[in-house]
């Protein structure tokens, strides 16, 4: 796996898959308090001659207990 600045997961390699998290976005917090949740907003996947790219608008927690 290759780390970005702060930390966060920039690519990682895998059983001939390529994975590269492009961009990330603040999401709400399972509790809805601040601070937010930092998870990926888009995600470019790459196998051989395959390429997909992978974009999360809205993101949303699961409460303990809720049904996903």
Wanted: glycine content about 8%; charged content about 20%; hydrophobic content about 45%.
């Amino acid at each position: 796996a290759q780390l970005s600045a702060p930390g966060r997961v920039a690519a990682i390699d895998q059983r001939l898959w390529s994975v590269d998290y492009a961009s990330y976005q603040l999401a709400p917090s399972a509790s809805g308090k601040p601070p937010g949740v930092l998870i990926p907003r888009r995600i470019d996947l790459a196998y051989g001659a395959l390429r997909l790219r992978v974009t999360i608008d809205d993101w949303r927690p699961v409460t303990a207990g809720a049904a996903p």
